[in-house]
């Protein structure tokens, strides 16, 4: 490649003036990168208005990709099923038959329940949820972990409120505009979850790794209990998300707690629930007290 | 070398300036010629609305990509602000913490700046080690911002990122290099 641009474009003043006014927009654009940068630390919210009205842009684009994208997977599916047809088919006649029997045990337990509560008079709060949406895109190449979904402030989305799909949480609202709405990942490492294990009850809490994976440690100490495969569901402590929706599956045991994977991968999830926040009058007051407490004392390490 | 005066040849002639095989009364649609890189690197930031929802960073930034493979390509046609105002529309894309992206756009237009500098003959060997070094920047300085904003440090989670961004880029080279022969087809009757 050849040298491109002479820097001396001989004596027109406009010229070299055009030059010089281009450096010195470039020194500008790194500097107003740098406080836009220190601002967003401080207030990760300051552009979420342009964000949100960024989102709100490319919507469509999105949901057409996200019709796409559930066809696609169905696509991949069907040929990647030609290659495991057999052992697939042995194995899901031993769980139909698993499943059979304890679908029976649940509908009896269902039956049960109903009539408890019948006798109880115990009306069942039903909390519907505010909206239901598409995932229509990701943060794919960046180290944080948003989705964003068709639903924004327009259909009751606010920030806070949990996302669900139809395998268990998907994340939280944390930035709304009229049209979309921007979800935190379980996977971000900024997303912290109180599970407990849906077994015995288990109590611990869910962090993301950032690399699509999550992390559940526990609040006991001593022996780690944790076996592959255990489930962990929300525990609704904290007053954000609803109790007892599946968050994440034990992967891989470690020393304190476990390395899981989510109970919902959000690949392969096109429609979510937009739920209202599980206690929001205890989220309000524990924000209240939290900041009539005033500022945490400086931690020295 | 101004994108205007320069031949709208649609295949490579031996000489740079060989004999076009075309009407002499056509010439490039000036707005397209214009915009088509502008556009393509916009395009790119919108990538985060593709069909693929991932759970980690898997995709090469491909909009950074592109801006490099335009520079390298046709060196004098972005300005050298331009990181101010695509780099901005990328951070509003990209979930990167604001103002991450103007600042490494940025400073990237004004190190490619330099590189033009020192190395004034280069293959394209010599620019994919350019632009490796300054991807490999990106991807490392954007997933520290991303860990600052969280208040603590990301696991460095970009390794296969980072090999897939090495290894697309002369894809995404010769993409521009598509668009950049789509840009000049002579469309224009005179």
Same mark, same amino acid.
């Given at each position: 490649?050849?040298?491109?641009?002479?820097?001396?474009?001989?004596?027109?003043?406009?010229?070299?003036?055009?030059?010089?006014?281009?450096?010195?927009?470039?020194?500008?654009?790194?500097?107003?990168?740098?406080?836009?940068?220190?601002?967003?630390?401080?207030?990760?919210?300051?552009?979420?208005? =342009?964000?949100?009205?960024?989102? @709100?842009?490319?919507?469509?684009?999105? $949901?057409?990709?996200?019709?796409?994208?559930?066809?696609?997977?169905?696509?991949?599916?069907?040929?990647?099923?030609?290659?495991?047809?057999?052992?697939?088919?042995?194995?899901?006649?031993?769980?139909?038959?698993?499943?059979?029997?304890?679908?029976?045990?649940?509908?009896?337990? /269902?039956?049960?329940?109903?009539?408890?509560?019948?006798?109880?008079?115990?009306?069942?709060?039903?909390?519907?949820?505010?909206?239901?949406? &598409?995932?229509?895109?990701?943060? *794919?190449?960046?180290?944080?972990?948003?989705?964003?979904?068709? *639903?924004?402030?327009?259909?009751?989305?606010?920030?806070?409120?949990?996302?669900?799909?139809?395998?268990?949480?998907?994340?939280?609202?944390?930035?709304?505009?009229?049209?979309? /709405?921007?979800?935190?990942?379980?996977?971000?490492?900024?997303?912290?979850?109180?599970? #407990?294990?849906?077994?015995? %009850?288990? !109590?611990?809490?869910?962090?993301?790794?950032?690399?699509?994976?999550?992390?559940?440690?526990?609040?006991?100490?001593?022996?780690?209990?944790?076996?592959?495969?255990?489930?962990?569901?929300?525990?609704?402590? %904290?007053?954000?998300?609803? !109790?007892?929706?599946?968050?994440?599956?034990?992967?891989?045991?470690?020393?304190? %707690?476990?390395?899981?994977?989510?109970?919902? @991968?959000? %690949?392969?999830?096109?429609?979510?629930?937009?739920?209202?926040?599980? $206690?929001?009058?205890?989220?309000?007051?524990?924000?209240?007290?939290?900041?009539?407490?005033?500022?945490?004392?400086?931690?020295?390490? | 070398? /101004?994108?205007?005066?320069?031949?709208?040849?649609? #295949?490579?002639?031996?000489?740079?300036?060989?004999? !076009?095989?075309?009407?002499?009364?056509?010439?490039?649609?000036?707005?397209?010629?214009?915009?088509?890189?502008?556009?393509?690197?916009?395009?790119?930031?919108?990538?985060?609305?593709?069909?693929?929802?991932?759970?980690?960073?898997?995709?090469?930034?491909?909009?950074?990509?592109?801006?490099?493979?335009?520079?390298?390509?046709?060196?004098?046609?972005?300005?050298? &602000?331009?990181?101010?105002?695509?780099?901005? &529309?990328?951070?509003?894309?990209?979930?990167?913490?604001?103002?991450?992206?103007?600042?490494?756009?940025?400073?990237?237009?004004?190190?490619?700046?330099?590189?033009?500098? #020192?190395?004034?003959? #280069?293959?394209?060997?010599?620019?994919?080690?350019?632009?490796?070094?300054?991807?490999?920047?990106?991807?490392?300085?954007?997933?520290?911002?991303?860990?600052? =904003?969280?208040?603590?440090?990301?696991?460095?989670?970009?390794?296969?990122?980072?090999?897939?961004?090495?290894?697309?880029?002369?894809?995404?080279?010769?993409?521009?290099?598509?668009?950049?022969?789509?840009?000049?087809?002579?469309?224009?009757?005179?």
């Amino acid at each position: 490649m050849a040298r491109s641009r002479d820097l001396r474009p001989g004596y027109s003043r406009r010229a070299q003036y055009g030059i010089f006014t281009g450096y010195v927009i470039a020194v500008v654009g790194i500097v107003v990168g740098l406080v836009a940068f220190g601002v967003s630390l401080y207030n990760p919210g300051a552009f979420g208005f =342009a964000r949100g009205a960024a989102s @709100d842009v490319a919507a469509p684009v999105g $949901k057409a990709s996200a019709v796409t994208r559930k066809s696609g997977r169905s696509l991949i599916a069907a040929i990647g099923a030609y290659f495991e047809t057999g052992h697939q088919n042995l194995e899901l006649t031993r769980e139909i038959a698993g499943a059979r029997a304890s679908a029976v045990s649940a509908r009896a337990m /269902a039956d049960e329940n109903r009539r408890l509560k019948a006798l109880l008079q115990i009306v069942d709060p039903a909390q519907p949820p505010v909206a239901s949406a &598409w995932l229509i895109g990701s943060t *794919a190449a960046s180290a944080r972990r948003y989705a964003i979904i068709d *639903a924004g402030s327009a259909r009751g989305v606010h920030a806070g409120q949990p996302v669900r799909g139809a395998g268990g949480l998907i994340g939280r609202v944390v930035e709304s505009s009229p049209g979309t /709405a921007r979800v935190l990942l379980l996977s971000d490492p900024d997303n912290v979850v109180p599970v #407990r294990r849906a077994a015995d %009850g288990l !109590p611990g809490f869910v962090q993301g790794l950032a690399n699509g994976r999550i992390e559940i440690r526990l609040l006991t100490m001593g022996n780690n209990p944790l076996h592959p495969g255990d489930v962990f569901v929300t525990s609704g402590s %904290g007053g954000i998300y609803p !109790p007892g929706v599946p968050v994440a599956v034990v992967a891989t045991p470690r020393r304190d %707690g476990a390395e899981g994977r989510l109970a919902a @991968d959000p %690949g392969s999830t096109d429609y979510v629930l937009v739920l209202p926040v599980y $206690k929001a009058d205890a989220v309000a007051a524990m924000a209240a007290s939290v900041k009539a407490a005033g500022p945490p004392p400086k931690e020295d390490n | 070398m /101004a994108s205007a005066s320069r031949p709208a040849s649609t #295949r490579l002639a031996s000489g740079s300036d060989a004999t !076009p095989r075309r009407p002499i009364n056509r010439a490039p649609l000036p707005w397209l010629a214009a915009a088509l890189p502008w556009v393509s690197v916009m395009a790119m930031s919108l990538f985060t609305f593709s069909p693929v929802i991932a759970s980690a960073p898997v995709i090469p930034p491909l909009a950074f990509m592109t801006l490099l493979a335009w520079r390298m390509l046709r060196s004098g046609f972005f300005p050298i &602000w331009v990181g101010l105002p695509l780099g901005a &529309w990328d951070d509003l894309y990209s979930g990167q913490p604001f103002g991450s992206g103007i600042m490494l756009w940025s400073t990237a237009m004004l190190a490619m700046d330099v590189i033009d500098e #020192r190395f004034l003959w #280069r293959g394209f060997r010599q620019d994919w080690l350019a632009a490796a070094v300054l991807l490999s920047a990106y991807l490392l300085l954007g997933s520290i911002f991303a860990g600052i =904003a969280v208040r603590y440090p990301l696991p460095l989670t970009i390794g296969p990122q980072w090999l897939m961004t090495l290894a697309l880029f002369p894809v995404i080279n010769q993409l521009v290099a598509m668009l950049d022969r789509l840009r000049l087809l002579p469309l224009r009757r005179l």
